[in-house]
């Protein structure tokens, strides 16, 4: 299984929505993830797929869409905050799987 | 709450020399992971562990040991280090498979 986040950064001025990049290919039905990692600190968990609703809602008001057709799971925010600035992480696991995959990351700048 | 805690948070060596990075969680999960993050690589999976006493190969195993002696206990070693493994290492716990995985802070490994 792999993950593909194409764009290194993305650039937003504060209050515009926020949408990060995530395309996936994996055998059978994939487990999704979105995670952050702020300076110097460890990933934390924002959300996942599994299985379900195509619209999944995760912390501090990001939300991801799964589109099986096109293979993506873009995050989303409607409104991006300057404490949003962070290296997000697409990640993905195949049902068969004990692993995640990890995209290379996309850094976040809000611009105030 | 601790959660994962990985010790040293820094640490540099000599080519050649070994040492032992310590990964302990509290929270009773059976799976456990160890990563190494390098600029522009995303996060690479060394090592994982699916319970007390096992261990397996992930992507980069080359040049590392692990072993799991205790449940809430993963540690892992390089017995020659290499420049090549200047690295941030980070440790992650779950408690299955489906279930987000949560980090440690990391620790930052220089090998001159």
């Known amino acids: 299984q792999s993950v593909a986040q194409p764009e290194d950064q993305v650039n937003v001025a504060e209050g515009n929505p926020l949408t990060v990049k995530c395309t996936y290919s994996v055998s059978g039905n994939p487990y999704l993830f979105w995670y952050v990692q702020y300076p110097n600190r460890g990933l934390q968990f924002l959300l996942k797929?599994?299985?379900?609703?195509?619209l999944v809602k995760g912390s501090y008001g990001f939300e991801a869409e799964f589109n099986k057709s096109q293979t993506s799971f873009h995050l989303k925010k409607p409104s991006a905050l300057v404490s949003d600035s962070a290296l997000y992480f697409c990640a993905v696991r195949d049902l068969a799987g004990n692993r995640l995959a990890f995209g290379k990351g996309n850094q976040v700048v809000v611009i105030p | 709450n601790a959660g994962v805690t990985q010790t040293p948070k820094f640490r540099v060596l000599k080519t050649g020399q070994s040492m032992t990075l310590l990964c302990a969680q509290d929270?009773?999960?059976?799976?456990m992971y160890w990563y190494r993050q390098d600029p522009g690589m995303g996060l690479r999976l060394i090592h994982y562990s699916v319970g007390e006493g096992t261990t397996a190969k992930g992507e980069v195993p080359d040049g590392y040991n692990v072993s799991r002696l205790k449940k809430q206990n993963f540690l892992l070693g390089l017995e020659s280090a290499a420049p090549s493994q200047t690295s941030v290492y980070f440790c992650a716990s779950s408690d299955h498979r489906e279930q987000p995985q949560h980090f440690g802070d990391g620790t930052r490994l220089s090998i001159l």
């Open positions: 797929y599994i299985t379900g609703d195509n």
């Open positions: 929270m009773n999960h059976e799976y």
